[in-house]
């Protein structure tokens, strides 16, 4: 059945019933999952993210590990995430409404830093969640699986349907249009 330890085993697991297996899957994925989809869309992120562990969990019986656990799973994911824009509400989640220094407080330095040091981290903070909001909707997903999913150019070509090269030059203009808008940050 595979290395029980591996993401693929772990499903495989539960698949044939253990749940403690599904519990280890979760707490693996559940921060970088919940992030990919709250730079998505940031209004729906506690529904999207409930909804893609449940296709998860009704998918677990036809599971088979032709992929890594995470490409499978981002791939829900990114179809949950295509279902949701088709239905009409892209518009609504290009404003992040999220308060700048909630966003900032998340990424923010540890707090026995100077103050100054807390605003200047705060500040770079708000301004990559802005850049990173301000990306095409293709570049962005791609980032995000790389970063948050930690996904490789194969799996993330996987998980959204298109062409490695494809990926490949969505990450490439992602990077180079925040390396842009970052460039003072450096």
């Known amino acids: 059945m595979g290395d029980p330890r591996t993401d693929e085993g ?35 992120a506690d529904e999207l993210f409930q909804d893609v562990w449940m296709r998860v969990i009704h998918a677990r019986r036809d599971y088979e590990p032709s992929a890594r656990f995470s490409t499978w799973m981002y791939r829900i994911a990114h179809n949950r995430l295509m279902d949701h824009f088709r239905a009409g509400s892209r518009a609504a989640i290009l404003q992040y409404e999220d308060d700048p220094d909630e966003v900032a407080e998340t990424l923010a330095a540890p707090a026995d830093l100077e103050p100054q040091a807390l605003a200047q981290r705060r500040q770079a903070a708000q301004r990559i969640v802005a850049a990173v909001g301000e990306l095409p909707a293709p570049q962005r997903e791609a ?44």
């Open 10 to 44: 772990l499903m495989l697991a539960y698949r044939e019933g253990d749940a403690s297996a599904f519990d280890e899957l979760y707490a693996r994925h559940r921060g970088r999952l919940y992030r990919y989809l709250a730079h998505q869309a940031p209004q729906q």
């Open 143 to 186: 980032f995000l699986l790389a970063e948050e999913g930690e996904l490789s150019l194969e799996e993330i070509a996987r998980a959204t349907g298109v062409g490695r090269e494809t990926a490949k030059s969505r990450l490439r203009y992602a990077l180079a249009r925040l390396r842009r808008a970052l460039e003072d940050l450096r």
